[in-house]
């Protein structure tokens, strides 16, 4: 997948990360950022774990994973 494939996998995943954890999302140029991120973190997590998912939806469920559990410690530290 191209540069372009996987910007808009991460806007997907950004977008789909903030409506499971706030409801809402954070607009474009940071549900792009909290999805590549996300992808990123989710690949390091599922390969620690031995697991791998393959294809473009596996990709975006990595990155959505990711990105979720990137929100839920960033809230951790957001308790008020």
């Known amino acids: 997948m191209g540069i372009i494939g996987s910007i808009i996998i991460g806007i997907l995943a950004g977008f789909i990360a903030g409506k499971i954890m706030r409801g809402g999302g954070y607009g474009c140029l940071i549900n792009l950022i909290l999805g590549v991120v ?7 997590m599922f390969r620690l ?12 469920c990595t990155a959505v994973v990711g990105a979720v559990v990137l929100l839920y410690i960033a ?5 008020k």
């Open 38 to 44: 996300g992808g990123a973190f989710g690949g390091w």
């Open 49 to 60: 774990l031995g697991m791998t998912w393959g294809g473009m939806i596996g990709q975006l």
């Open 75 to 79: 809230s951790l530290f957001n308790k």
